[in-house]
């Protein structure tokens, strides 16, 4: 029977189905989705299958077992081309019809969306997980729902920025079948945990029944072969589905030999994650050649067709289990994430390594496994050796046809002792997946048990394979030396000495440094990997070695309870579940706390607040406005918004260069390219216009959008490319040619040591309190620590959404610019100056914003303002969202700082003085420089240092402009204030709480430090109470006792536990809103501040209830519901002069704002109701007022403002946190076991959204101070510039028990509804983590002192002080512990032996 091949492309999206003929085969099923669907629910956030924001749901029908196949894929690496015959569906197709699905309702109710950009993503995956598990149970008869353990991977590969991720975790859960209701947290379905069993039934219960099914239609386009193509001018390119091998190779020969065109076989496409450049006019689909989907099971093997996906080949693996097998399978599991795994082949994998030296874990384990692998040409097939194939030439005609794992079963045997071992390992900041491997190993022994004098037990190695893979140079290798010693010897202590000291010599010869790791770091792990192998063998061998040295080192850890202490007690005396400190209405607790300290599996946590009815609705736990919106996917973001006719695309042309003039520029090949249209620059700002795209209302300084004729940093803007598509405007602002002369401008800084050196200072802020003045003496202590330098470092914010404008021109020279926009208004005023035009001709329109976290403070302009100018040219609508490596590049983020402090201090730890020197990385232009200075000098005053001076340098670098992000300035003031008084704890051998303790405010020195206004009445200032109930709470002394004890017993794995308090400085800013009633009695509210995340809508929905509910006075609670209030998006030209979002006081300004609205509101509704009450309606309704009121002409519109004088008020805000974390000494990677946190919100707005916004930021910190590190080359370039290279944290990195209690002060008339902000102080709490840290680094050095015999006791613990700089990277981790710890270790266990024997 003849072939069939179709040449349309057939699939289903949302049920309904999709037929495509001209379809180019690069473009993906993410920009499909977005660009010609009305679903923009698939969000775009990296587009490197690092984000899971553009997940979907692919259904696959197998023809012959007529069964559908469902799994969640990254729409962003998959070719719209490779979903051929199957069904798309996106969040919106969960719905059932028009209801959400309760997946949806969930994410909502449990407070699982803040921004709401990840949320479409978190609920296809989420959903699809659901339904596989349904479908289990018709096969195995199990059970319909995951078990909790389980749940809670579901998201394992999705990123967050917002939430912390607790309370999506909590949605997994919720489904789970071994949940305990009441340890979910906060949400909207129950009061508190009392309330979980009777209440659980308002949650919307899943039903599988009701899932969309396969559409019918499809089960006939299946397994026909496609052949598309697009056929557009410069984009000649084709689709090609083979079915076999023989029709490969005609395909082949045919398009590279007599077409000439360049060919690239695919199977999951993931690798474009990874090289985005390749981009063949060819591509040839393999993934439905039988010979390379097989699977079999022999009785030597298995042998694994090349084009099987990762996750076929774990389900086998772990269905056919043993010793080999099942190690695969785990590892494979922290490959990518479920959704690149669905997806990626084995064969892929191992021809991105073979090819590319991709850094893969598949090679390394299948090396260590000894598998073999056969390839195919059109001529024959050869079989080899995995390690001969990896070190061949890079595979270029041949295909990978299949991979043979051998089965080691038989190796073993009982009668004769012979067992097999195999250990595969990995380390990754991201324990679980998600992140590429720094390197990775797989070791295979065969060994034979014996005890040959009758005493000991021996284990001897008969055979052995030891593969290292991402050592940083080209592929996984085996090290043949270290395994040709190794075999045939007895392990024990010498033996393994040797081994270890033969695999660094080995190694060190293909370790490479490369951009992100050291070689030495490299080493060091491998060597521990190879010891961690060997360690059983040497508890066996060597019985004299103390268990507790051994312990923990290959992941299990000795908890057993100790002199010291056990770890095993009740957390908290209870204050932190029951306790209340205001005269509220009560206490509302959710979730558990853990009845042990210590490691634990899964995740909990427990949130406990006040509730006040004072102000009703305000205080209230309501859910987000709109948050079921954005799980559906429904609420449109300014890259959702649909597009008018003939709107255009920007993107951004950038220097290569970090300081160069620019000598010549040719945008003539970009313009000829495909579909562009023109390039925007200097050239193009209008007459009466300014080269300006920041605007610095304080300062007054203007900040260039375009380069003119230098350039100040790699990224800098020479322009803007317009083309009619986006992938045609980036496609064309790479070919534009750029050339720099740059010799005549010097050399460029890049640190702030290169910028003090040459005197490059933007600002200097300077401050001095107590008796130290500038140039003065310091307060004489006991003892000084002298001029030591700390660094902390950089941090991108990360939001999910990228920086988007759309610029819409109008008549007479009106515009306008939808954006995502933290300051709607300053932009109007940039506008107006670039463009040259009036404000009133410029309307700023922002509904919401994808996460912001400052970034979308003065960076969102230069966007907007790019787009504009193009929009203004061309006299079209221009769209500009940036991709993520260009946002990355461009946006800067935190300031990388330096400290240099001299203290001086007291014995008991009392500080008498403090001399600090900061030095500041500001990048390239101004910003907000001015203010860092000052939010720097906040965060410092945390301590009474009772004398102090102190100067920031803001320093003027070639590097990306840094702006504000969430706590500014604040975070590294906060770390260093941090480590002075760790410093001065280590030097005097003290427990750093009791130095903290000694040194902590009170009110008289918070006035001192503050000033009277901030530091408010004394009963308002917290700070005591809420670090002596924190400590009590969190069982603090006991706690720490435990820990001491748990790491007498460990070498290889320490704890560290830290309590420490903040303070910190909020300042107000003035705030507007208008609250519009309309005719039906509903109402409508414009503000100032924009909706972020940070719930400032719901909140202000909140107020506005309340202020309009007032018209009855005290007794009006509720009268106005919140069903009856909408938010409105921002818009300049309706609400004039709103003013910045920023600071974390937005919310409570706006709220008062929206109040202050109601209040003019209320007195002119008030005489209707008092004559509706005299006519003889004793309770007029809302609508009743409303219409009588309407029907009286009377104004039912009003705004409100919130003022202060200034530049704003300020008030206190305090809180603390305890946090204790576990160290892998080996790897120097870090899990949070618990954190414990109280925060003094005042009488809390709304505590659902507070404790939202406590815990996103405290995840956020602790990204800051483990997981992510922005990195720069040596020519200013930004290694970290994806989400291959930096890592904001996920489920991996959080804590896995997590107590937020909330703390409520008495009324305090000078707050705003006796609120206090939590948008950004609870960041500063994540310092407790890099404490902890380095507690546990601590205990890991004295060990090494230990084994070296130095020191004894508490002499040893005072001269184990160290700098741990910022952050804490499993790397810098590592080397802190020691990078030779294994051979110290090793050696000391021989000397030991010898003793011992002499003895
Ligand atoms: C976000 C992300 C995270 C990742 N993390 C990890 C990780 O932690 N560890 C790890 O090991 N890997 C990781 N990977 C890599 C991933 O495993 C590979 O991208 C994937 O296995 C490649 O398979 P594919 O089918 O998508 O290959 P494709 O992208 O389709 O192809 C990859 C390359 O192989 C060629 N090719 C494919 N099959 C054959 C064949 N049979 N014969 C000849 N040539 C062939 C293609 O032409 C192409 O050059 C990650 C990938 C992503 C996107
Ligand atoms: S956009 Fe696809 S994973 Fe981030
Ligand atoms: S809610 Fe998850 S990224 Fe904002």
Same mark, same amino acid.
């Given at each position: ?53 553009? =997940? ?10 007529? @069964? ?150 499809? @089960? ?6 496609? +052949? ?217 022994? =065969? ?58 010599? +080995? ?126 996917? @429904? ?427 903040? =303070? ?161 000494? =080996? ?46 080359? @040596? ?95 499993? +790397? ?28």
């Amino acid at each position: 029977m003849g072939k069939t091949v179709r040449s349309n492309l057939v699939f289903a999206l949302n049920g309904e189905r999709v037929e495509l003929k001209d379809v180019d085969p690069q473009t993906s099923l993410l920009n499909y989705i977005r660009d010609e669907t009305d679903y923009k629910g698939t969000k775009r956030g990296c587009g490197e299958g690092g984000c899971g924001s553009c =997940v979907v749901m692919l259904s696959k029908y197998d023809p012959e077992s007529k @069964e559908v196949e469902e799994f969640t894929i990254n729409s962003c690496l998959a070719p719209v081309c490779s979903v051929d015959g199957c069904a798309v569906t996106t969040t919106e197709g969960f719905k059932h019809g028009k209801e959400p699905h309760p997946v949806h309702t969930r994410l909502a109710g449990f407070h699982g969306s803040q921004c709401g950009f990840c949320t479409p993503g978190m609920a296809v995956t989420i959903a699809t997980s659901l339904r596989k598990c349904a479908r289990k149970t018709k096969e195995d008869g199990g059970t319909a729902q995951p078990t909790s353990a389980e749940a809670e991977r579901f998201i394992a590969g999705n990123l967050c920025r917002c939430t912390g991720y607790r309370p999506i975790l909590d949605v997994c859960k919720s489904f789970a079948s071994d949940v305990d209701i009441e340890d979910l947290g906060i949400n909207t379905f129950w009061e508190s945990s009392k309330d979980a069993h009777s209440n659980k039934g308002s949650m919307k219960a899943y039903q599988p029944e009701k899932d969309t099914k396969f559409p019918s239609f499809l @089960e006939n386009e299946t397994g026909e072969s496609l +052949e598309v193509s697009s056929i557009r001018p410069g984009e000649e390119r084709a689709w090609r589905s083979a079915s076999s091998l023989t029709e490969l190779f005609d395909m082949y020969r045919y398009e590279r030999d007599e077409k000439k065109r360049d060919v690239h076989f695919v199977v999951g496409n993931t690798s474009s994650g990874v090289y985005k450049d390749f981009k063949p006019a060819v591509y040839i689909d393999i993934s439905r050649i039988p010979e390379l989907q097989r699977i079999r099971q022999t009785d030597s093997s298995l042998e694994v067709g090349a084009a099987v996906t990762l996750s076929k080949l774990i389900e086998n693996l772990v269905k056919i289990g043993g010793p080999v097998f099942a190690e695969l399978a785990e590892h494979l599991k922290k490959v990518a994430n479920a959704h690149v795994r669905n997806r990626a082949s084995v064969g892929g994998n191992l021809i991105m390594s073979q090819k590319y030296g991709f850094a893969s874990d598949v090679a390394t384990i299948l090396l260590g496994s000894g598998s073999r692998v056969t390839m195919s040409s059109d001529k024959d097939n050869t079989a080899m050796d995995l390690e001969e194939f990896l070190a061949g030439p890079p595979l270029e005609t041949n295909i990978l046809q299949s991979i043979h794992i051998p089965s080691w079963e038989k190796s073993s045997d009982k009668e004769s002792s012979k067992r097999v071992l195999f250990r595969t390992y990995r380390s990754s900041p991201r324990i679980n997946g998600n992140a590429v491997s720094s390197i990775n190993a797989a070791f295979l022994a =065969v060994v034979q048990s014996s005890i040959p004098d009758g005493s000991k037990p021996a284990s001897k190695v008969l055979q052995l394979r030891l593969a290292f893979g991402a050592l940083g140079g080209p592929h996984a290798i085996q090290a043949t030396k270290t395994e040709k010693y190794l075999n045939e010897k007895i392990i024990n202590v010498d033996v393994l000495s040797k081994a270890v000291r033969i695999l660094r010599e +080995e190694l060190s010869s293909y370790t490479k440094d490369d951009k992100l790791h050291t070689a030495e770091y490299r080493l060091s792990v491998g060597v521990g990997f190879l010891f961690q192998f060997f360690k059983p063998l040497i508890t066996e061998t060597d019985v004299d070695a103390p268990p507790s040295y051994l312990a923990g080192v290959n992941g299990e850890v000795d908890n057993g309870s100790t002199e010291n202490g056990g770890d095993t007690f009740a957390v908290g005396n209870g204050a932190l579940m029951n306790g209340s400190v205001g005269e509220d209405s009560g206490v509302r607790s959710y979730g558990k706390s853990a009845p042990k300290t210590g490691r634990r599996n899964g995740f909990i946590g427990k949130q406990s607040f006040p509730i006040s009815n004072e102000f009703y609705p305000v205080s209230q736990p309501t859910g987000k406005f709109g948050a079921v919106l954005q799980a559906t996917g @429904e609420a449109v973001y300014v890259d959702d918004i649909p597009l008018p006719p003939g709107t255009l695309h920007a993107a951004f042309v950038s220097s290569k260069k970090a300081l160069a003039k620019i000598t010549a520029l040719d945008a003539s090949d970009a313009l000829a390219s495909p579909g562009a249209k023109s390039f925007v620059s200097v050239k193009d700002i209008p007459p009466n216009g300014e080269n300006v795209g920041n605007i610095l209302e304080l300062t007054e300084a203007r900040d260039p959008v375009f380069a003119e004729d230098t350039v100040g940093f790699v990224g800098h803007p020479l322009g803007v490319m317009v083309a009619d598509s986006y992938e045609h405007a980036l496609e064309a602002a790479k070919q534009v040619k750029v050339e720099y002369d740059e010799t005549s401008v010097g050399k460029p800084v890049l640190t702030v040591e290169e910028a003090a050196a040459k005197n490059l200072f933007k600002t200097t802020h300077l401050s001095s309190l107590g008796n130290a003045s500038v140039g003065e003496v310091l307060v004489k202590g006991d003892y000084r620590i002298e001029n030591v330098e700390l660094f902390a470092g950089g941090q991108y914010y990360f939001y999910m959404e990228t920086q988007t404008a759309l610029a819409v021109p109008d008549e007479d020279d009106c515009i306008t610019v939808y954006s995502s926009t933290q300051n709607p208004e300053a932009l109007q005023l940039v506008l107006g100056a670039a463009l040259g035009i009036p404000l009133h001709n410029i309307r700023v329109i922002t509904r919401r914003l994808g996460g912001a976290f400052g970034g979308k403070n003065t960076k969102s302009h230069m966007i907007a303002v790019a787009c504009a100018l193009a929009a203004v040219k061309l006299k079209k609508p221009v769209r500009m969202t940036l991709d993520r490596n260009t946002d990355m590049e461009y946006c800067g983020g935190r300031h990388e700082s330096k400290a240099t402090y001299t203290v001086e201090f007291n014995k008991d730890g009392k500080i008498t003085s403090l001399d600090s020197y900061v030095l500041m990385n500001g990048g390239f232009a101004d910003d907000y420089q001015d203010l860092m200075g000052l939010l720097m000098e906040h965060s410092m005053r945390c301590y009474n240092w009772n004398s102090w001076r102190h100067v920031t340098k803001i320093c003027r670098t070639n590097l990306p402009t840094r702006s504000m992000m969430r706590a500014p300035g604040e975070v590294q003031g906060n770390f260093f204030a941090e480590s002075i008084i760790e410093h001065v704890a280590s030097f005097l051998g003290l427990d750093p709480a009791k130095v903290r303790e000694v040194n902590l405010h009170t009110h008289d020195s918070a006035i001192k430090f503050f000033g009277r206004k901030a530091a408010g009445g004394e009963v308002y200032f917290t700070l005591p109470k809420v670090w002596h109930r924190l400590k009590d709470s969190s069982n603090y002394e006991a706690r720490k006792r435990s820990v001491r004890g748990f790491n007498q017993k460990n070498m290889w794995v320490k704890r560290g536990i830290s309590i420490m308090p903040i =303070v910190y400085q909020n300042l107000q800013q003035p705030r507007l809103a208008r609250v519009t009633i309309f005719a039906d009695a509903s109402v409508a509210v414009e503000s100032g501040g924009t909706e972020m995340g940070q719930g400032l809508f719901t909140k202000v929905q909140q107020a506005t209830a309340y202020g309009l509910s007032r018209l009855w006075g005290d007794k009006g609670a509720g009268k106005v519901p919140l069903s009856k209030i909408r938010i409105v998006q921002n818009d300049t030209i309706s609400l004039a002069n709103g003013g910045y979002t920023n600071a974390g006081t937005t919310s409570e300004g706006t709220c008062e704002a929206a109040v202050n609205a109601c209040n003019i509101l209320v007195n002119t509704l008030r005489p209707v109701l008092l004559e509706l009450q005299s006519k003889g309606t004793e309770s007029p309704s809302w609508e009743a007022v409303v219409q009588k009121a309407k029907f009286q002409n009377l104004p039912l519109s009003a705004e409100g403002q919130h003022s202060t004088t200034g530049f704003g008020t300020e008030y206190l805000v305090c809180g603390a946190a305890v946090s204790e974390v576990e160290v892998d000494v =080996v790897t120097g990677g870090v899990t949070i076991l618990q954190t414990d946190l109280i925060y003094d919100t005042g009488k809390s707005l709304n505590p659902a959204v507070d404790i939202g916004q406590i815990e996103g930021s405290f995840v956020q910190g602790v990204g800051y101070y483990v997981t992510e590190e922005v990195k720069w080359d @040596e020519n200013g370039v930004l290694i970290t510039n994806g989400t291959w290279t930096y890592k904001p944290p996920t489920i991996d990195n959080i804590p896995h028990q997590f107590n937020v209690e909330l703390l409520n002060t008495a009324v305090e008339p000078d707050r705003i509804l006796s609120s206090k902000g939590a948008g950004e102080p609870p960041l500063l709490l994540a310092t407790s983590v890099h404490n902890s840290i380095r507690e546990a680094v601590r205990s890991a050095r004295a060990d090494l002192q230990l084994l070296a015999g130095d020191q004894s006791g508490s002499e040893r613990e005072k001269s184990s002080h160290f700098l741990m700089h910022s952050s804490a990277t499993m +790397e810098r981790v590592k080397k802190l512990c020691g990078l030779y710890t294994v051979e110290q270790y090793l050696e000391w266990l021989s000397k030991k032996q010898v003793a011992d024997v002499l003895a």
